[in-house]
């Protein structure tokens, strides 16, 4: 009996860093979800932009960047995850919120959208500094 618990694979144990990411993830999933739902239902495809943008940057870069700090606990656990974390999930929302109201005609959400972008940016900079910095081979 104790020879097969030996042989057992363990189970993983994520940082709580990547589980707050993983669960964040989520969230933005639903939201692109139902955008495309409520834009199939309605057959208003002019938000598209948005729906794709909280897919890719919300659903799909905040999972995968969940996983990295899971997998890579000292980088989930670095200042400089905390930096991504507030760059990132702080520039989104507002990043999407000024490019719906850009396309549904805004001209004065361009100057937010654009430092939104920026700000996206510069997460995705700190991001991937601290993978160079902190994700090593065991």
Known sequence: MQQA????????TFS?????????SVIYLLVGVAMGIA??????FTLRPVHAHVNLLGWAT???????????PKA???RLAK??????NTSLP????????FLLGSQQFLPVLVVSEFVMAAGILVFAWNVFANVKRA
């Open 5 to 12: 618990a030996a042989t057992a694979p363990r189970s993983l």
């Open 16 to 24: 709580a860093t990547g589980v707050v990411w993983l669960k964040l």
């Open 39 to 44: 834009m199939g239902a309605t057959e208003n």
């Open 62 to 72: 905040v999972a995968l960047a969940g996983l990295v700090y899971s997998m890579f």
């Open 76 to 78: 989930g656990d670095s």
């Open 83 to 88: 930096i991504h974390f507030w760059l990132h």
């Open 94 to 101: 507002v990043m999407m919120i000024a490019l719906a109201g």
